[in-house]
Structure formats: C-alpha cells, structure tokens
C-alpha cells in the first residue's frame, strides 16, 4: 500500500459526458502528478501541482483539467468524453516539489471505461 | 516529443541477473532517472533512481553512463516475483524545448522457473 487513494476505482460513462477522478496524496506530500495509461499510447505524464499551484504539463488534453485543493487532495476533470479516453488514470504523490523524476507513490488508479 | 525506448520483453531464468537499458537522447540537464516496476492491474513502484554513474540499493542497481542519453537497472537474481513491467521515467527535452516528464515504452519481463 503506497498511501495513495484514488476513488472511484472503477468508472463507466457514455461519451459526451464528464467525470471527476480523486486522489489522496501521502500523508506529507506536496506533489500530485496524473497519468494516463492506455495499451496504445502507454503511461503518459499529464499534470503536476505542487502545495495547490500548477507546477508541470504534459501530454494534457484542452478537455482535461485538474487542481489540488487546501487539503492537497487533488480532482482530475475530463469532460466532452470520447471513446478513445479510456485508460487507466493513476495518480502519484511526492514529497519533493520540483518537476524531475523524483521518487513517486502510485495511488491503485481508476479504470474509465467510455461508452 | 523524442521517445524513450526500451526493449518491449525480456525473458530469464530464476537465479540470473537482467540488465533492462532504456535510452533517452534528450533528457533534461539536471533530472534524475527513475525505474518502476509495475505489476498487472497496479499502479507503478519506485525501484531505484540515479543522477551519473552507478547507484546501488537493496533490490537493483542502476548503470548510468557519462553522456546520460542511456540507463540500465540491474536486477540481480531474479526471482518468480519478478516478473512485471519495468518503466524507466525521465524528464526529456522536446522539439519545442520544453521540458516534460516521459515514461519509457515499458520492458516486460518474464522469468521463468
């Protein structure tokens, strides 16, 4: 167990539609990055906040968005859902702030499944 | 963005040492490279990170040489258990010259009894 949660761990939606993806960091971490895995495009950097401020983008879609909140719990937001956005969606906490490769806690993820 | 590759699987033998190299030709100038492991339906668990040089910890080793532009994690005696996807993660440089973290393909080994 990394001490990351995500919720919910599964989710099925119809294209169109928009969902919320959460995640706990560690106990003491800043950092929160979002990944997206999918078998074709692999796992794939999408966001970092660090203490509430976006830190680093990756590969994010304009119909993605995130933020971490005062508690440091952190919200992914994929709206205008398309076939091709399910994926495997985990999240990871770091207690560094910098945008390297630091060492990371994989939270168990959240399978979305679009219809 | 340049891509970071590693050998899509590897097999081996319980008892023998694997070595899993992953290049990354455009790897930002002060980042660390990092090795997960992940198995089915997990999220990813760190193995190891280095900066140059070698790094050694309990599970793994880690072979970096002096340009950077390749790494390799060195698991040594492998065991059953071991088999799963091994990631390297780095922050590579793109066209644009900006800077992103990037997962490699993935290495999957299987060990075999």
């Known amino acids: 167990d990394s001490g990351v949660t995500q919720t919910p761990k599964h989710l099925i939606t119809a294209t169109g539609q928009r969902v919320t993806l959460r995640c706990s960091p560690r106990s003491g971490d800043l950092s929160v990055y979002w990944y997206q895995q999918s078998l074709d495009q692999g796992l794939q950097f999408l966001i970092q906040y660090y203490n509430g401020e976006e830190r680093a983008k990756g590969n994010i879609l304009e119909r993605f968005s995130a933020q971490q909140f005062p508690d440091l719990h952190s919200e992914l937001n994929l709206s205008s859902l398309e076939l091709g956005d399910s994926a495997l969606y985990f999240c990871?906490?770091?207690?560094?702030?910098?945008?390297?490769?630091?060492?990371?806690?994989f939270g168990p993820g959240t399978r979305l499944t679009v219809l | 963005l340049a891509k970071t590759t590693q050998p899509i699987s590897m097999d081996s033998y319980e008892g023998q040492e694997v070595n899993i190299t992953c290049s990354h030709n455009n790897i930002a100038t002060n980042d660390y490279i990092t090795w997960y492991q992940q198995f089915p339906s997990q999220g990813p668990r760190f193995i190891i990170q280095?900066?140059?040089t070698k790094v050694t910890n309990e599970v793994a080793s880690l072979f970096i040489p002096a340009d950077r532009k390749s790494s390799t994690l060195s698991l040594p005696r492998v065991s059953l258990s071991d088999t799963a996807v091994y990631y390297c993660?780095?922050?590579?440089?793109?066209?644009?010259?900006?800077?992103?973290?990037?997962f490699g393909s993935g290495t999957r080994l299987q060990v075999q009894p």
């Open positions: 280095g900066y140059k």
């Open positions: 990871a906490s770091s207690p560094q702030g910098g945008q390297g490769a630091n060492e990371q806690f």
């Open positions: 993660l780095v922050g590579v440089v793109g066209d644009t010259g900006r800077r992103a973290l990037t």
